[in-house]
Structures are given as structure tokens and as C-alpha cells.
């Protein structure tokens, strides 16, 4: 059974600098976990990194996580673009106003119906999508942060 786990930005800097968030990740690779992540993601994701002083450590093990977690990199498609204007047109939960990105990167997840969605960002985790997108049919994933997908999910296979 496919378990599509989307991947936010915060989790490859999470698992960079600690192994204990990158083990959390290996073990959902290895117990059969479809690992995705979208073209935005990588972007801010490399965007980020090249703007740290220790980019030259962040940009190659970002590189090899997205190659030893054989992550599926999702592009712009209908549906993104969809959930994309009525998340940013029918704002109804203050908090993320402002998180243009956040939103992209649920609406990836929502696109290619991935079940998980993963992120350290308490807003997003606990987001409401707006109803008219329910109605016709698009799913917030689950959102966890990395703790509580192992907790959760992971130590309850």
C-alpha cells in the first residue's frame, strides 16, 4: 500500500542538523513510505541554503537526502493552481495570511493526494482548508511535525 508523505522545507533543514530527524525519515523510506516534496520546496529549500553561511555543507546534503530518500518531485499542475487562488482568495484562517509559501506547499500536497503532510509550522498544522474546496473534493492531508509523525505514525505500525 502506497503512504505518500509530502516533505515541507523545514524537514530537510531538520534532518541536516540533527541525525535524529534524518533517522525518522530513513525509517519511513525503509517501512515503504512514498517520500515527495515539490519544485517550491526545493526552491526555497536551495534559496535558504545558498544564503547561510554554511551552504557548503547544506546544499550537498540536501542533494544526497533527496537522492537516498528517492524523493518524487512534484511540478505545477491544474489542480495546484486551483487550490493555489482559493487558498490565497478565501482566506479564512488569519494565521497564515501571510505564509504564500506554506500554502503552495499544502496545495502540492493536496494536488498529488499525498497523505501526510510534514512541517515544524504550527500554523500549517493546524490550518483549515476552506470549505468550498472540501466540497469539490480536495483533502488536507494529515500534518505532523517530524516528532509526531514518528509517534503517531511510524511507532504504530
Known sequence: MIRPVFLDTTVF???????????????AKNAGF???????VIGEALTQMRENRDKDRYVPAFL????????NIHYP???VRVLCYIMGDEEIDSRIIREVTGRTHL???MAY???FFITSDKNMRSYR??????????IKP????LQDFRDEILNKR
Not at 142 to 145: A, G, K, M, N, V
Request: net charge negative; no cysteine; glycine share 2%.
Open 77 to 79: 499542475n491544474d489542480p
Open 113 to 115: 493526494h499525498s497523505e
Open 13 to 27: 533543514f531538520d534532518s541536516i542538523d540533527d541525525d535524529r530527524m534524518k533517522t525518522i525519515m530513513d525509517h
Open 142 to 145: 494529515i500534518t505532523l511535525s
Open 129 to 138: 482548508v476552506p470549505k468550498k474546496l472540501e466540497d469539490v473534493g480536495f
Open 34 to 40: 512514498t517520500l515527495k516534496t515539490s519544485i517550491t
Open 64 to 71: 544526497d537526502l533527496l537522492d537516498a530518500w528517492d524523493i
Open 107 to 109: 496545495a502540492y500536497a
